[in-house]
């Protein structure tokens, strides 16, 4: 066991590190200028996608649920594999049109809707408050597997989660709020979180081949739910593997790392292996860490989130252990950076200047300072009440079913996001109002239910309607599992999508109409 005051060092020395890295590429423009460079450090900053719960998760989620944990892997990789040319679309489109965030794109490409932008902006909001709490709430996590502390909550006060969250939005203001151009590269970050993804990489891997080494010579024993392939081919895990699709174009950290940050579409063709093979490594180191978690018995004595700090420590490398704490701070530390920096973007330019300077914006006014302390003030304030919503949940919700809810509330933009490329009929009021269906579908069928598993709501003054209770999914009391999303997840996507749909073919036809009443009949000859 470590103490908690060296943990605390050895996070605020890793951010130290950070810091460095993105001071030196600022400096001498490693990213976009060496071209040799740049595509690897793009494929890698796009593991960003890999968060705590990619990282913890994804053995507690084998460990709990069986081979479903590919799904989180298996999504992004089909897509960068089988859709380049939609990919390269995305990105040629967004560069042209000098796009500062997802918001930017969808409302740029229907007539620069401000209505669209603050709708995209408060999904987006609304969704990544509990993904910033799940790194929260992973940092908090791995603190009490490695130290001695008394069980039981620490104030709030003293938990660690609250420094290192103040210390993640002082790295995203310095590095990511410093140019009120949020269309220009953010060249050091670039470089940071490349840093960190083959950080938490090369973390993983050591506990994977660690786990390969102590297995030799014993049988190589899986979980019940491993032993056939009924969790990965079922419709829970086809709906995970659609979400997961769909969110590494559509979370607008991904969106900010994958499009605004693209110096050059070519580099596409790199990443569209880079990434498939940096997931890919993550899902194959899983197994034996699964297995000897398994062949152990150490899934009956622990968190099954904090089943990878806790392999090496019960085998005494406390080496790796560090190694394994670094990592998931690695995975967490890149997520909240990046995801502060595109939601403070989104807030300042779709919310608050239209409200605020609306008018002094068109005449052309110098806020330049006041636009950039927006942009402070709102990162500040994403980490305090992602902080405060960790520390007001329960425990008990994990952090895949955490994620997928996210994933879920996101993926209402992909409608949005294909009809802007490829669908012709696609009207504003179409994709808002199907936007907004899907909104409402997901908050009433996952979010809601996420606030009283969590016990933000009392679960007996909150209850569907009886007629509505074929609606409810039964599994969404506990959230112990990603496949507990997949229902209310599909009934969203699907209402978003129709609404849409629905729209586009009444405007149509209303224009259709409309020309038909305008012509005239000429007499045949």
């Known amino acids: ?22 001071f030196y590429g600022d400096r001498h423009s490693v990213y976009p200028n060496r071209r040799r460079l740049r595509p690897y450090i793009y494929g890698l900053a796009l593991g960003v996608y890999c968060t705590s719960w990619t990282f913890y998760g994804a053995v507690g989620t084998a460990v709990r649920d069986g081979w479903g944990y590919l799904t989180i892997y298996l999504g992004p990789s089909l897509v960068f594999l089988f859709a380049l040319p939609f990919l390269e679309r995305l990105v040629e489109t967004g560069r042209a ?11 740029s490409r229907f007539g620069k809707s401000r209505a669209l932008a603050a709708l995209v902006t408060i999904i987006a909001f609304t969704a990544a408050i509990p993904y910033l709490a799940l790194q929260y709430k992973a940092v908090s996590a791995s603190v009490s597997a490695l130290t001695t502390a008394a069980a039981g909550p620490a104030p709030w006060f003293r938990d660690v989660a609250l420094g290192v969250a103040l210390l993640m939005a002082l790295f995203a203001v310095l590095f990511g709020a410093r140019r009120v151009d949020a269309s220009e590269h953010h060249e050091g970050l670039m470089l940071a979180i490349a840093f960190e993804s083959l950080l938490k990489l090369f973390a993983f891997v050591a506990v994977g081949v660690f786990a390969v080494l102590k297995m030799r010579g014993h049988p190589f024993v899986l979980p019940a739910r491993m032993s056939t392939a009924a969790s990965l081919f079922n419709g829970n895990a086809l709906v995970s593997t659609l979400l997961a699709a769909g969110a590494i174009f559509c ?7 994958g499009v605004v940050e693209c110096a050059d579409t070519r580099d596409l063709r790199y990443a569209r292996w880079l990434l498939p093979a940096y997931l890919g490594l993550f899902s194959v180191f899983a197994v034996p860490v699964v297995a000897l978690i398994t062949y152990t018995g150490l899934s009956l004595h622990g968190a099954s989130d904090s089943l990878i700090l806790a392999t090496p420590m019960s085998f005494g490398a406390p080496g790796l252990a560090i190694l394994v704490y670094l990592g998931g701070l690695s995975a967490a530390t890149a997520m909240v950076v990046v995801a502060s920096i595109a939601l403070s973007t989104m807030i300042s330019n779709d919310i608050v200047a239209p409200i605020l300077w609306g008018g002094r914006l068109q005449a052309g006014a110098n806020i330049v300072r006041r636009l950039l302390w927006v942009r402070r003030t709102v990162i500040v304030g994403l980490a305090l009440l992602a902080f405060a919503y960790y520390r007001s949940t329960s425990g008990s919700i994990s952090l895949a079913a955490i994620g997928m809810l996210s994933f879920a509330a996101v993926v209402q933009f992909a409608p949005g996001i294909i009809a802007a490329l490829y669908w012709a009929n696609a009207t504003r009021a179409g994709v808002f109002w199907g936007m907004l269906a899907g909104f409402v579908a997901w908050g009433y069928l996952l979010f809601l239910p996420n606030l009283v598993a969590g016990g933000l709501l009392a679960s007996q003054h909150f209850a569907p309607p009886q007629d509505l209770g074929w609606l409810w999914p039964r599994a969404l009391s506990d959230f112990s599992s990603p496949g507990a999303v997949a229902p209310g997840a599909l009934v969203a996507l699907n209402s978003g999508f129709s609404v849409a749909q629905a729209l586009a073919i009444d405007t149509t036809n209303t224009r259709m109409a409309v020309a038909s009443h305008r012509s005239v009949s000429l007499p045949s000859l």
């Open 1 to 22: 066991m470590f103490s908690g005051w060296l943990l605390s060092a050895l996070a605020v020395a890793y951010l130290g590190c950070l810091f460095a890295i993105a």
């Open 97 to 107: 049109n000098r796009v500062t965030s997802i918001a930017d794109f969808i409302a």
């Open 251 to 257: 979370l607008p950290r991904q969106f900010q790392v």
